[in-house]
T-cell receptor, first 115, second 109 residues
């Protein structure tokens, strides 16, 4: 695809349910990032993948959050037992990795609303 | 600790007026700084990076290590510049980017 693709674009769920958010990065991009964008809070770093490994998981807010990446491509962010404070836009970005110029290419985001 | 601060949540200027969006950072290493922009109903995208010393859409940003700032400037704002602007700090290996809270620029006709 031409850009980073995220799905679903919108998700409304009930408190306590699990959700999965998917990110399909630009082909050939080895680095993948997840951010959370809350109103007035800017972009909060969640996790970074280089290939399939996640050397930095320090941003995950709690053990309800997990992420994986398979085949060096698609990544899934899972939120278990969702809470209302999890409501936000979850952004995925990818970059070339090695020789990286530092440009992140963002998806359109997945808007999560927890009722 | 690494941090990026954008003190203004909203900045309103008239078309043709100069604009400066402030960004301050704290970082123990050698910083790599960027400005990202999000236009209405579009995805976040890179505007410029300090290592390129480039001017994009009339915007420039100078890294001032003494003041730990990377303010974004444009001498004559246009209505199409209205957007959300984020300052970002990249760690040495680009394995983490720290973003500020963003400044919404509103250019009035």
């Amino acid at each position: 695809g031409a850009g980073v693709s995220q799905s679903p674009s919108n998700k409304v769920t009930e408190k306590g349910k699990d959700v999965e958010l998917r990110c399909d990065p630009i082909s050939g991009h080895t680095a993948l990032y997840w951010y959370r964008q809350s109103l007035g809070q800017g972009l909060e770093f969640l996790i970074y993948f280089q290939g399939n490994s996640a050397p930095d998981k320090s941003g995950l807010p709690s053990d309800r959050f997990s992420a994986e990446r398979t085949g060096g491509s698609v990544s899934t962010l899972t939120i278990q037992r969702t809470q209302q404070e999890d409501s936000a836009v979850y952004l995925c970005a990818s970059s070339r990795g090695g020789g990286n110029t530092g440009e992140l290419f963002f998806g359109e985001g997945s808007r999560l609303t927890v009722l | 600790a690494q941090r990026v601060t954008q003190p203004e949540k909203l900045l309103s200027v008239f078309k043709g007026a100069p604009v400066e969006l402030k960004c301050n950072y704290s970082y123990s290493g050698s910083p790599e700084l960027f400005w990202y922009v999000q236009y209405s109903r579009q995805r976040l995208q890179l505007l410029l990076r300090h290592i390129s010393r480039e001017s994009i859409k009339g915007f420039t940003a100078d890294l001032n290590k003494g003041e730990t700032s990377f303010h974004l400037k444009k001498p004559f704002a246009q209505e199409e510049d209205s957007a959300m602007y984020y300052c970002a700090l990249g760690s040495g290996n680009f394995n983490k980017f720290y973003f500020g809270s963003g400044t919404k620029l509103n250019v009035k006709p």
